[in-house]
């Protein structure tokens, strides 16, 4: 079975540029989140998906960032104009609903110099 | 207080010792627990999930105390390969069900 997918694996921007990152969950799985991890900390949740409505997206900085996963499938997340406190690595999971254990991609590593 | 928090660690212990985490939530309606490892510069991946049974899995060990509420995680005979950062994971149902992470407990087993 394919795993979470995502991309690009690495990214390097300048502040106050824009970037987008893609997510493809494991098939059938209802529940997407997208998490940022800050070098030594736990995942930080950003936003939920269940199928293509939001749950939860009480942490995400709406003033730049935005997500969407419009057909219930694959998700964006993007971030403009970006910070350089937005370096890090971002994290897309998906679990077959949202009690279920979660399985995450190999994540993207963002660096904004 | 923190949705979800862990022992502060780092963790040093011999090979072959036996290891236990905490990890304590706040939100009392909480559904679903979990045990994830992750290695450096790598995604986490669940290592068990936790049942208010309290379930094993080999050398490791999970258990849930709902009216303190918190989860505990064992690891027996520890071995090098052992080595990693251990996530702590509860689905807190507050806005609907989300997924909320401690921030990690590392553990280096040494030779």
């Known amino acids: 079975e394919a795993g979470v997918a995502q991309s690009p694996r690495y990214k390097i921007i300048e502040k106050r540029q824009s970037v987008a990152f893609w997510c493809n969950p494991i098939s059938g799985h209802a529940t997407l989140y997208w998490y940022q991890q800050i070098l030594g900390q736990g995942p930080k949740l950003l936003i939920q998906?269940?199928?293509?409505?939001?749950?939860?997206d009480s942490q995400l900085p709406k003033d730049r960032f935005s997500a969407e996963r419009l057909k219930g499938v694959d998700s964006t997340l993007k971030i403009q104009p970006a910070k350089l406190e937005d370096s890090a690595v971002y994290l897309c999971a998906s679990s077959l609903d949202g009690t279920a254990e979660a399985f995450f991609g190999q994540g993207t590593r963002l660096t904004v110099v | 207080r923190k949705e979800v928090e862990q022992d502060p660690g780092p963790f040093n212990v011999p090979e072959g010792a036996t290891v236990a985490f905490n990890c304590t939530y706040s939100?009392?309606?909480?559904?679903?627990f979990f045990w994830y490892r992750q290695d450096c510069r790598k995604e986490p991946k669940l290592l068990m999930s936790?049942?208010?049974s309290g379930n094993e899995d080999g050398r490791f060990t999970a258990q849930l105390n709902r009216a303190s509420q918190y989860i505990s995680l064992l690891i027996r005979d520890s071995k090098l390969s052992d080595s990693a950062t251990y996530l702590c994971?509860?689905?807190?149902?507050?806005?609907?069900?989300?997924?909320?992470f401690g921030p990690g407990t590392r553990l280096s087993v040494l030779p």
């Open positions: 936790v049942y208010s």
């Open positions: 939100n009392s309606a909480s559904q679903s």
């Open positions: 998906f269940q199928n293509n409505g939001v749950v939860d």
């Open positions: 994971a509860v689905n807190m149902e507050n806005y609907g069900q989300n997924f909320v």
